[in-house]
């Protein structure tokens, strides 16, 4: 489509409202929205949207470009070289922005391997959504997700490992402050990043301006979060010693007093704990409350709601089961929780982007970027219809058609 064009007839989807608007037209100009109105003189070029929904593109706050999704993402990755892990990471793109989800925040990846691609996906060279990454996620030595690389032993380490990150590209700053499911070696319960690592990478974070989040199943990880002043938390899992779930009421309070935003990555978790139940057996020996603590995520949810915290929907696609258009089931879990379907939406959008510090993304609004999708039906009283988008566009380029493959 030339550059500016119109989409005309439109129903545009404001999420912050929970409303429709209809008979819009939305004037997109490069990779902006620039006006929403009527246009009855309008001679340039036009698509007729023919009445159907205008949407917002959706964000993925939580993912890992470089896992395949499979049942074993940690052996699959451990067995391929770089250029097969590139061919995962490309693969997952291009589910993602077939399904409408054009920004996508990388919760913990091979450093160099997301800076190239993320160049790649700038250039237009690879189709995928926007990514903001954190490059390596730091983890203790042997520590959760050490195979992808970030392990540091002293805060010295640490600062050269953020340095890296932050002059390569990254958006925000991830730590590893408990065990993992996926890593062998390390206990889901147990805090293992000392506090005084945690706390420098707070101070590190916060004097180069960008935010830091922490995995946290263990509830003391949570606890030392909230102690050295996290932004966010990804999972909030409540596992206590020795191998427990036990969601903490209390501890909840003081993470939503803090401001502190939560990402509860449910719709992996009830993946993993079927793939466990079925199999007999977690990843990790060490993860000895592993089906309890991953169905525990959607019980979580349901507390966050009900004492109003900030949550932001992301999915941990790339995680056993997961593939990296599952978003709708994230919010699916969201709404099975207590969410409306529009706060569900709104954590996957508009709120997801304030949430994660992205202006100018999430609503279908003048001066936005245009990343929109358009929809056969209204997502507010339906997610489904998210999932098969009947057109995408990134930064205001066609880079999907249901009908047409892909543009991009
Ligand atoms: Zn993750």
Same mark, same amino acid.
């Given at each position: ?29 490069? &990779? ?14 036009? $698509? ?40 995962? %990471? ?19 990846? =091979? ?16 189709? +995928? =959504? ?10 203790? =030595? ?36 408990? +065990?993992? !499911? @996926? ?52 999972? %909030? ?5 020795? !191998? ?7 501890? #909840? ?24 139940? %079925? ?14 603590? $991953? ?31 599952? @978003?709708? &089931? ?8 207590? $969410? #409306?379907? #529009? ?5 996957? #959008?508009?709120?997801? %982007?304030?949430?994660?510090? /992205? ?6 609004? =003048? +001066? ?6 358009? /929809?056969? +039906?209204?997502?507010?009283? &339906? $997610? ?25």
């Amino acid at each position: 489509m030339s550059d500016p064009f119109l989409i005309r007839n439109a129903r545009i989807v404001d999420v912050s409202n929970g409303a429709i608007e209809a008979g819009r037209s939305v004037l997109v100009r490069r &990779d902006r929205i620039e006006a929403i109105g009527r246009f009855p003189g309008w001679s340039g070029a036009s $698509l007729d949207a023919a009445g159907s929904y205008l949407c917002p593109g959706l964000i993925d706050c939580h993912v890992h470009f470089f896992l395949d999704a499979g049942p074993d993402p940690r052996g699959s990755y451990i067995s391929s070289d770089d250029s097969r892990r590139m061919a995962t %990471a490309r693969k997952n793109a291009r589910l993602a922005i077939q399904a409408g989800i054009t920004t996508m925040r990388d919760c913990a990846a =091979p450093g160099h391997l997301i800076v190239r691609f993320r160049r790649q996906g700038d250039a237009g060279d690879v189709p +995928g =959504p926007h990514i903001i990454s954190c490059g390596y996620a730091l983890m203790r =030595p042997q520590g959760h997700c050490y195979f992808l690389g970030g392990e540091v032993a002293t805060v010295r380490d640490l600062r050269k490992r953020i340095e890296w990150n932050l002059s390569h590209g990254a958006g925000f700053v991830k730590l590893m402050a408990s +065990g993992g !499911g @996926l890593t062998p070696g390390t206990i889901p319960h147990e805090a293992d990043l000392p506090v005084k690592i945690m706390k420098a990478a707070v101070r590190e974070a916060h004097a180069n301006g960008v935010r830091i989040t922490a995995h946290c199943h263990a509830t003391d990880s949570i606890r030392r979060g909230i102690e050295v002043g996290l932004d966010m938390i990804e999972h %909030a899992s409540f596992v206590e010693s020795p !191998g427990r779930y036990r969601y903490d009421e209390e501890l #909840t309070r003081q993470i939503r007093d803090a401001g502190i935003i939560v990402s509860p990555t449910v719709y992996s978790a009830l993946q993993t704990a079927r793939r466990f139940r %079925a199999a007999g057996a977690a990843h990790n020996p060490g993860d000895v409350a592993a089906v309890e603590r $991953l169905e525990g995520r959607l019980i979580n949810t349901g507390h966050f709601r009900r004492l109003g915290m900030k949550i932001i929907g992301g999915t941990d696609c790339g995680a056993t089961n997961t593939p990296f258009d599952s @978003l709708v &089931d994230e919010l699916d879990s969201y709404t099975e929780a207590g $969410l #409306t379907r #529009t706060e569900a939406l709104r954590s996957v #959008t508009d709120m997801g %982007a304030y949430y994660l510090g /992205l202006s100018q993304v999430g609503q279908v609004r =003048p +001066g936005h970027r245009a990343d929109l999708t358009l /929809l056969e +039906g209204n997502p507010l009283e &339906d $997610l489904e219809v998210l999932r098969q988008p009947l057109k995408v566009y990134k930064s205001g380029r066609l880079v999907h058609e249901r009908n047409g493959g892909d543009s991009a």
